[in-house]
C-alpha cells in the first residue's frame, strides 16, 4: 500500500480544518425591520409680501385693472393653453410635475373673481417677442395692460429630520409619547409659490408675493415609517393605500397642489387690490 507524502497529508490536515470552520461559524443575520405610526413636527416657511404702496395706489382709480400671467421661460410651452394639464381625472402623472396641474387657468380665474381684466397672454409673450419693441410703456400701448404677474417661483420645499415621536398605550397612563432618533436624515414636504408684480408703464417692480403651503393640519403629520432595527436607519415616511404607498412629495396630492395654488392666488388678490 502507498503512502501519502507528508504534503498531502498537510493539505488534507487544511482542508479539514477549513471546512470545519466553515460549519462552525455562525449564521449572519439580518437585521430586522420595526414599522412605527410617527409623528412629525416642522416649522414650515412664513409668508411674505413685500409692495411698493404708492405705485399701488393707482388701483384705487381704476375700476378693472388690466393684468396679463407672465409664463417663465421654462413654460413657455404652455402659452396657448395649459398643454401639459393632466387633471381631467384628478389623476397623478407618476412625477408629481408643478406644471402637470391647471396651473395658470386657475390663477388666472382668481384673478378674475377678483375685479381684474385679464389679457390673453400668448398675445402679451408675442409682443414681448418682437425685437422692435423695446420700450415698456409701447408695451402697455400695444396689449392696453397695467399689470404684469409673473409666477417666478412654484416648487417643493423640503424640511429636513432625523427623528420622529410615536405613542404607545398604557394601561396605567394611557398614551405615552416617546422619541426615536434616526441615524440618517429624511424629509416632511411643502410647496413655496412666488409672484412677482410689475407696473407696465414705468417698467417698475412692485412688488413680491411668496406663499407656503403646509400639507398637515397644526404642522404635525401622521405617516408610517419603517427603522432598520441594526443600524437605526429611516426610511421616508409613507402612507399606505391598498397596495400602493406614497411617500416623499408623492404625499401631496394633484388636489391638494391645486387647492394650494387657488388659495395662494385669492390671498395675492386681496393684497393688491387695495380698496
Known amino acids: 500500500m502507498r503512502t501519502p507524502s507528508s504534503s498531502a497529508v498537510t493539505a488534507m490536515i487544511i482542508a479539514f480544518f477549513a471546512l470545519l470552520a466553515v460549519a462552525s461559524a455562525p449564521t449572519p443575520q439580518i437585521a430586522s425591520i420595526s414599522k412605527y405610526d410617527g409623528i412629525f413636527r416642522y416649522t414650515p416657511g412664513n409668508d411674505e409680501i413685500v409692495t411698493n404702496k404708492s405705485k399701488l395706489e393707482f388701483i384705487k382709480s381704476v375700476n378693472n385693472p388690466t393684468i396679463v400671467l407672465r409664463v417663465p421661460d421654462a413654460n413657455k410651452g404652455v402659452l396657448e393653453e395649459d398643454k401639459n394639464v393632466k387633471s381631467d381625472g384628478r389623476k397623478d402623472d407618476g412625477n408629481n410635475s408643478l406644471y402637470n396641474i391647471n396651473v395658470y387657468n386657475i390663477i388666472e380665474k382668481e384673478l378674475l373673481k377678483g375685479g381684474f381684466t385679464v389679457r390673453d397672454r400668448a398675445l402679451f409673450q408675442k409682443v414681448l417677442g418682437d425685437k422692435s419693441v423695446n420700450d415698456y410703456s409701447k408695451i402697455k400701448e400695444l ?133
Open 143 to 275: 396689449t392696453e395692460t397695467d399689470l404684469i404677474l409673473e409666477l417666478s417661483t412654484l416648487e417643493y420645499v423640503s424640511y429636513p429630520f432625523n427623528s420622529f415621536d410615536v405613542t404607545t398605550q398604557t394601561r396605567r397612563n394611557g398614551g405615552v409619547n416617546s422619541r426615536i432618533s434616526c441615524s440618517n436624515y429624511s424629509s416632511i414636504y411643502g410647496l413655496k409659490l412666488e409672484f412677482r408684480l410689475i407696473k407696465v408703464k414705468e417698467n417698475d417692480f412692485i412688488g413680491s408675493f411668496t406663499y407656503f403651503y403646509s400639507m398637515c393640519p397644526d404642522n404635525t403629520c401622521y405617516y408610517s415609517i419603517n427603522v432598520n432595527n441594526g443600524t437605526h436607519g429611516c426610511s421616508e415616511p409613507f402612507l399606505q393605500q391598498g397596495n400602493l404607498v406614497y411617500s416623499g412629495i408623492h404625499l401631496i396630492s394633484q388636489a391638494n397642489r391645486e387647492s394650494f395654488v387657488k388659495q395662494a392666488s385669492q390671498k395675492l388678490v386681496n393684497a393688491i387690490m387695495i380698496r
